[in-house]
């Protein structure tokens, strides 16, 4: 017999265990429109607004949460009525619970009721978590306005502000769709708002903020009001975001589903930690993230350089060098003496002499409690799965560690053995026991022409992809120096050439 589906309808018939949303979805609207409703979101963002909203009684933190590269997961929301399980695996202990938050789903490039959600005057934040790529960057941060959508919203953009009214035209990235929005909320009645980029990018509200600028500004001199607006209406506050969420697996379904007794296809999994620090700027109301643990500062950046190149820079590294040693999971690969004294090394003698630590936050005990979060086998967290993207992460994440390393004099080891992971994860494609590394980049066709050729000029050729490595580190013999001899040690490890 088919196992009923989580919904409205049958969510009081979950397992005893599974505890229940915080609020009540059929009294919750909508309040916040979230582009980029992927595992990270609803496992983070999602629930410290559902939790908010728990503690204070306010129902209209509702999340309007808005696919922007594929339907999948608005289609695996809405026959749910928005509702979806996050599994919290920690080492000794799993939990369940339901979060009913989630009060619409949309799919960006369909549903352009998305912009008139942003427009809507009860809609007060618009979050995101697009992912790095997402931006539709150039190698220089500005926007990409050679991406064919991201051109196409500016040109949809210029139509509206001529007096076009292309209602029926969906936007196609998330800054296009901010600045559409954004055009008919000033429109409409011009109520302000706050833009909070939860992605792990340094400054990532100001990045955010300058990429809508430099939308705005490509529309040309008919965009001038709007963009003194935004000015004067939108902020874009800076926040630190942290949970580690591995991708959902059947397995991760499998044990949800015996323990809430209904089939549940949006089910995101986690660790036990949840952490967020979030710039206290904002244009209008906002949900008590405080009540639900979040923090709320002036300053987020000791906070979000610590977390990026700390956490993150550490991640990237185990994903590398344990990948290209066979390692599946993060848990084996960091326990694996060698890339765990990698990891120490990186995060005690390179990263922390970088950071201004925040008030009461001990490096050495934030560094061994980001090992012990890694080596939990519980949450299958895969080296593949931080491994991609390289090309996007290895710049916030590891290469301003080594930039200010070179600075003050010293070319740091670990992040430089770390660098060279990537490159020979880039041009080999295998790990040691020959299984296949797929590349999953953005500019994985770049990369790769970058990585055809001898092997002894592999560094040099990597070094020249000016869309990773800034001119400094392109420029500087000792990086160079090092990075040739720790490829050349990796590709003896990873063995031969696989024959084709
Ligand atoms: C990871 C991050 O996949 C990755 O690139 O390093 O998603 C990491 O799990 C989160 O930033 C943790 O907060």
Redesign the pocket.
């Known amino acids: 017999m088919s196992v009923p589906r989580l919904s409205l309808q049958t969510l009081d018939q979950r397992g005893a265990e599974v505890r229940g949303p915080a609020v009540d979805p059929r009294e919750t609207q909508v309040g916040i429109v979230h582009l980029g409703v992927g595992a990270?979101h609803r496992a983070h963002q999602a629930v410290f607004t559902e939790d908010a909203a728990g503690a204070t009684g306010e129902t209209r933190w509702g999340i309007l949460g808005v696919t922007q590269r594929s339907p999948r997961v608005a289609e695996q929301l809405r026959p749910q009525d928005g509702l979806y399980g996050v599994l919290t695996k920690g080492r000794d202990a799993t939990s369940l619970r339901v979060i009913g938050s989630m009060r619409g789903a949309a799919f960006l490039r369909v549903d352009v009721d998305v912009l008139e959600a942003i427009a809507a005057p009860t809609t007060h934040v618009v979050s995101s978590t697009v992912s790095e790529k997402g931006y539709r960057r150039t190698s220089s941060g500005r926007p990409d306005l050679g991406d064919d959508d991201l051109s196409a919203d500016v040109a949809t953009l210029w139509r509206e502000l001529d007096g076009d009214r292309p209602e029926d035209a969906p936007a196609r990235t998330p800054v296009g769709a901010l600045a559409r929005g954004l055009f008919r909320r000033r429109r409409a009645h011009g109520a302000p708002l706050t833009v909070v980029c939860c992605d792990?990018m340094v400054d990532n509200g100001r990045v955010v903020a300058a990429l809508l600028d430099d939308v705005l500004e490509a529309v040309g001199t008919r965009a001038d009001a709007l963009r003194a607006w935004v000015e004067q209406s939108v902020r874009f506050p800076v926040t630190m975001?942290?949970?580690?969420?591995p991708a959902t697996t059947d397995a991760h379904r499998a044990e949800a589903q015996a323990l809430l007794g209904l089939r549940d296809d949006a089910l995101v999994v986690a660790e036990p930690f949840s952490q967020w620090v979030i710039e206290d700027d904002f244009a209008g109301p906002r949900p008590a993230w405080e009540r639900a643990g979040a923090t709320l500062t002036a300053d987020v950046a000791p906070w979000e350089r610590a977390k990026l190149r700390m956490?993150?820079g550490a991640?990237?590294t185990v994903a590398y060098l344990g990948a290209l040693r066979g390692h599946r999971m993060i848990d084996q690969a960091v326990t694996d003496p060698a890339i765990e004294a990698v990891v120490r090394r990186l995060m005690d003698d390179e990263v922390a002499p970088t950071l201004t630590p925040p008030p009461g936050l001990d490096l050495a005990v934030y560094r061994d409690s980001v090992i012990e979060r890694f080596a939990n086998p519980a949450t299958g967290?895969t080296t593949l799965?931080?491994a991609?993207d390289g090309s996007q992460?290895l710049p916030i994440r590891l290469l301003g560690t080594v930039a200010d390393r070179l600075a003050a004099g010293a070319v740091p080891e670990a992040a430089t053995l770390a660098t060279a992971a990537w490159m020979v994860f880039v041009a080999r494609g295998q790990d040691a026991r020959g299984d296949a590394l797929p590349l999953d980049d953005p500019l994985a066709d770049r990369l790769r022409r970058a990585a055809d050729g001898p092997e002894a000029s592999l560094v040099d050729r990597m070094l020249d992809v000016h869309e990773v490595f800034a001119e400094p580190l392109r420029e500087h013999d000792g990086f160079r120096t090092r990075l040739r001899a720790d490829v050349a040690q990796l590709l003896a490890e990873v063995g031969a050439r696989a024959t084709v």
């Open positions: 990270f792990n975001v942290d949970r580690i969420t956490l993150n991640h990237s967290y799965q931080v991609g992460k």
